[in-house]
């Protein structure tokens, strides 16, 4: 595959260009797909919603970023690497990953509602299965490992508070969400980032995040938030908090990799 054009508009670059930056640095290879990602993403978000049908941008550009990625990875052997395999880990060491299931619905705690059309729905599904992919893969993948290579503790750290920050945007996109729930948010996906990262860094698998993430994300279109007041944001925010950081506590302090 080295040398062909990936699928993607003639501005991405080449799959050998792609490698040649891998090589050089990781981590500014890490930095350009989460602003390619972050950018991207938001404009397909504004232009869908401009047409008037969720995720009918967002959709594509999701689909396009995650085969790209997905072909720059299986090409050059780096599966094992960036978790695209099985734990290393059993799965009762992992508590049989029951936390990441409670926190999966969790968005449907205070009711269920079909909030868009059938076909919007379908959409904002797969489009939420790729974001649990791809923010997985660069913000778990790409960046700890990059940052992995200097510390463990500063890649755990960066790693975290890194997709905590990515979720700034919810200040100023016009969600309709108080600030005080948006700023909780953030906090939680910090503490969110630090679970599966150390998910990841402890089995070297990223399927039970990509996973997790996906179906939470997925199914957040079905939660009743606008019956929501802010007092019960605040709780799901806090709920969400304890299990996340429980959970991650624990897999730092009690799970054991083949290193350890």
């Not at 890490?30 to 938001?42: D, F, G």
């Not at 919603?49 to 299986?74: M, N, R, Y």
Request: aromatic letters at 10%; glycine letters at 8%.
């Amino acid at each position: 595959m080295v040398g062909k054009r990936t699928p993607f508009p003639a501005v991405f670059i080449k799959e050998e260009n792609m490698k040649k930056l891998y090589d050089k640095s990781k981590l500014t290879f890490s930095i350009i797909w989460i602003v390619a990602y972050c950018v991207l993403m938001s404009v397909g978000d504004a232009l869908s919603e401009k047409i008037g049908i969720a995720k009918a941008v967002t959709l594509p550009v999701a689909l396009v970023l995650s085969a790209v990625l997905l072909a720059f990875i299986k090409s050059n052997r780096l599966t094992e690497e960036y978790g695209l395999c099985r734990s290393e880990v059993p799965a009762k060491n992992m508590l049989f990953y029951i936390p990441l299931v409670i926190m999966m619905g969790a968005n449907l705690i205070y009711g269920v509602k079909l909030n868009l059309s059938a076909a919007e729905t379908a959409l904002y599904i797969l489009t939420m299965l790729c974001v649990g992919f791809l923010e997985e893969v660069i913000f778990r993948g790409l960046l700890f490992k990059a940052m992995a290579e200097n510390g463990i503790k500063s890649a755990i750290t960066v790693s975290s508070i890194t997709f905590g920050m990515g979720h700034i945007i919810n200040l100023f996109n016009g969600s309709g969400t108080e600030l005080l729930p948006n700023i909780m948010q953030i906090i939680y996906a910090a503490v969110a980032g630090f679970m599966f990262v150390m998910i990841f860094y402890k089995t070297k698998s990223l399927i039970p995040c990509i996973v997790a993430h996906g179906i939470f994300n997925a199914l957040s279109v079905f939660a009743d938030e606008g019956a929501l007041t802010v007092k019960q944001r605040v709780i799901s925010c806090v709920f969400l908090l304890i299990i996340s950081g429980g959970y991650g506590a624990y897999i730092a302090l009690k799970v054991k990799n083949k290193k350890q």
